[in-house]
């Protein structure tokens, strides 16, 4: 492929995924305490929720490194790439997109295309696997990244979370700051389509948090594609799912386990959707 497509483990696309398109995924680090762990290598999922169940740390992440951005890079154009296309996390959420920019510049005479995806998770997987379908089928840089712009700005992504501790130690709270006075007593919900999370309701129970994420899916009803139910290992998953039938062919749904980079600010027993708007 001319265009190749370079994204960050925020995006949590399967091995599988990543292989069957090509895209190369640099992973960030998670810490617990002092330990500091590369997500995907050093760390796979399983490890990392036992480690969330059962550590008294919060699990933290950090960025990584320009040089790690640079060696991706390398090894696309290695490969016969003439174009990259680098699509990360929003930059309101993490400071990956800066390392991915500063790699791109230590190879000044290449074309590289850093892209902010102003989500993360589900939205951010699904623009990073439309692209990487549109450089398959031969589309040019100029448009995928007009298909990427068009994805930004019709991604919708909401999310049901059973406490608010990890957000907040995380420093990711954005402007959900209300709900903290109250974080005992209510099951929160975030929004997070704009690239900062935002405060979107607060119910008092689980069932009625997750009822509120399929009444969004209502609210755009005849609307929707690219639907992605994101967990965190949610026990109560199917379930979510069943209160889905009659209102979106199950089908189409792309089921995607949050992996530890999310799920670390997220929190266990996390649910969240994620569509775009067809206009």
Known sequence: MKIRIVTDSGSDLSDEEASE???????????????????????GADEFYE??????????????????????????????????????????????????????????????????????????????????????????????????????????????????????????IGNAQALLGSMLSIKPLIDVSSGIVEEAGRQRTRKKSLLWLRDKLSEFEGNIENLVVMHARAEDLDEFLNTLEGLIDQTTIRVSALGPVVASHGGPGVIGICFTLKN
């Open 51 to 172: 480690r969330m169940n059962n550590s008294e740390d919060v699990p933290q992440t950090a960025a990584p490194s320009p040089g790690a951005f640079k060696t991706a890079f390398e090894e696309c154009f290695e490969k016969g790439a003439e174009t990259v296309i680098c699509i990360n996390m929003s930059s309101e959420l993490s400071a990956t997109i800066q390392a991915a920019e500063t790699g791109a510049r230590e190879l000044g005479d290449k074309d590289i295309r850093i892209f902010d995806s102003k989500s993360v998770t589900g939205g951010l997987g699904t623009m990073v696997l439309k692209a990487a379908k549109a450089s398959q089928d031969n589309h040019s840089a100029d448009e995928i990244l007009t298909l990427l712009n068009d994805l930004r700005l019709k991604t919708r992504v909401y999310a049901a979370i059973d406490t608010l501790e990890n957000l907040k130690k995380g420093g990711r």
């Open 21 to 43: 398109l090509g895209i190369s995924i640099v992973p960030l680090s998670i810490r617990f305490g002092e330990e500091e762990l590369i997500d995907r290598v050093e760390l």
